[in-house]
């Protein structure tokens, strides 16, 4: 079997990669945004807040768990959402260290 494209990329690139392209869809934007403004779990009112269908809810919400950005707890029939606070820092670690590796200097560009 060939090499994949992802071996020719250290691992921070792939995984900045992957959590970038989590962050790709303005309704995944829209759930972190309320989270981080409730800043505690939430549950079932997203549908109200977002506008957007369940089932629609439900995938993006199973896409930002897959990434590790929430985490949820299910009791019954209701499941609750909040904001994995140890991926979100590595995440912030790992854009900062991106953003953190330009150096602006006057005239640097073409």
Not at 37 to 65: F, M
Request: include cysteine; aromatic fraction near 6%.
């Amino acid at each position: 079997m060939g090499i994949t494209k992802t071996d020719l990329f250290s691992t921070d690139q792939n995984e900045l990669a992957a959590v970038a392209k989590v962050f790709a869809h303005p309704a995944r934007i829209a759930i972190i945004q309320h989270l981080l403004k409730a800043n505690s779990c939430i549950n079932g009112d997203l549908v109200q807040e977002l506008g957007l269908a369940q089932a629609t809810i439900s995938q993006h919400l199973r896409e930002l768990k897959n990434c590790g950005i929430i985490q949820g707890t299910i009791e019954g029939v209701s499941v609750s959402y909040c904001i994995n606070p140890i991926r979100w820092t590595e995440i912030q670690n790992l854009f900062n260290g991106l953003f953190d590796q330009f150096e602006n200097k006057e005239n640097q560009c073409c």
